[in-house]
């Protein structure tokens, strides 16, 4: 069962606008979680994360938001560009604290010009 | 240069062939991970390994093996592939488990 859930395969803006990706999660012992985003023909590369004791955490255009009662967090990209074009993982770090993480499904995102 | 490779970036194999995927890391990280993406299952961990030595499955082990005799490689050799196994391979590594992996830029592997 995907303990981690990215529902929308894809997210199309426009240059200068907000995106807005989201994640899911069923496990309550969760409490460290990152984004990564990934160009075509390279590895996933580390974006951001959040500590569960946290609720917001922001880097430059980059933030995400954590809500622990809905087990839901959010990547917003203010103001997006078209070099943000690429797909993002949500990730949550596996609580046995064996460094492992579970991914969700993924979100290719489009920015227009 | 530091950091994390993997080779072959292509392979093609047929049917029923052993295939061995590399990973080679300079840092001297003690973690190390393999995982594969496939098209609407993300990234799903195969096997990982905390240590020289140390090895333990992930989600979907199965037709694959790994060792680590030495802390900076992390091979994964496909036994007997099958072409469910064509996928995107990605080794990844840390040096503490609190700390976001480094992955490599992956081995496309096509098997007929």
């Known amino acids: 069962d995907q303990q981690v859930k990215q529902n929308s395969p894809s997210l199309s803006v426009q240059e200068g606008r907000i995106s807005i990706l989201n994640c899911d999660y069923t496990?309550?012992?969760?409490?460290?979680f990152l984004w990564y985003k990934k160009y075509p023909a390279e590895g996933p590369t580390f974006l951001i994360s959040?500590?569960?004791?946290?609720d917001k955490n922001e880097d430059g255009r980059f933030t995400v938001f954590l809500n622990k009662s809905a087990k839901h967090l959010s990547l917003h990209i203010v103001p997006s560009q078209p070099g943000d074009s690429a797909v993002y993982f949500c990730?949550?770090?596996?609580?046995?604290?064996?460094?492992?993480?579970?991914f969700g499904q993924g979100t290719t995102l489009q920015v227009k010009p | 240069d530091a950091g994390i490779t993997q080779s072959p970036r292509y392979k093609i194999t047929e049917t029923g062939r052993q295939v061995t995927l590399m990973c080679h890391q300079t840092?001297?990280?003690?973690?190390m991970f393999w995982y594969r993406q496939d098209l609407g299952h993300g990234l799903r961990l195969i096997y990982y390994?905390?240590?020289?030595?140390?090895?333990d499955k992930g989600e979907v082990p199965d037709g694959y093996v790994v060792s680590r005799s030495k802390t900076e490689n992390f091979p994964l050799t496909l036994e007997s592939a099958t072409r469910s196994q064509t996928s995107v391979y990605f080794c990844?590594?840390?040096?503490?488990?609190?700390?976001?992996?480094?992955f490599g830029n992956g081995t496309r592997l096509t098997v007929t």
């Open positions: 990730a949550a770090s596996d609580p046995s604290n064996t460094g492992k993480l579970i």
């Open positions: 496990n309550s012992m969760f409490d460290y």
């Open positions: 959040i500590s569960s004791i946290k």
């Open positions: 840092w001297s990280h003690s973690y």
């Open positions: 390994s905390a240590a020289a030595d140390i090895t």
């Open positions: 990844a590594t840390t040096g503490d488990y609190n700390s976001p992996l480094h």
